[in-house]
């Protein structure tokens, strides 16, 4: 038994308007559904780290939303660490990310 509960996915943007992927186990078709959308696949220790360049805005949400869509049909174990909630949910802390060569970083405010 795990004392730790890790999703198979985290998806979440950064300050410098990147949106990334984080895959913590292979996933069927994985690759070809986050490269052809536009997605960037990094190697991350022990990880496959996915990061789509800033864009146009509404070209980045529909090039996400189709990535995980796909993504979706082999778990529904995804956490969004996108900032804003979504429509109707009041705010609460947001959380900022931060994507360098060694590491993620989640933080509060």
């Known amino acids: 038994m ?5 999703p198979d996915v985290f998806i979440g943007s950064t300050d410098d308007g990147h949106t990334f ?10 690759d070809r559904l986050l490269t052809e959308a536009g997605f960037l696949p990094r190697e991350h220790p022990g990880r496959r780290l996915y990061l789509l ?3 146009i805005a509404q070209d980045v949400h529909e090039r996400a939303g189709v990535a995980m869509y796909g993504l979706l049909a082999h778990t529904h174990d995804l956490v969004d660490l996108s900032p804003g909630p979504p429509a109707g949910v009041p705010a609460s802390r947001p959380v ?3 994507c360098a060569s060694s590491s993620v970083t989640a933080r509060l405010p």
């Open 2 to 6: 795990s004392l730790l509960d890790i």
């Open 21 to 30: 992927v984080i895959l913590n186990r292979r996933i069927r078709d994985a």
């Open 53 to 55: 360049p800033p864009g």
């Open 96 to 98: 900022g990310q931060t």
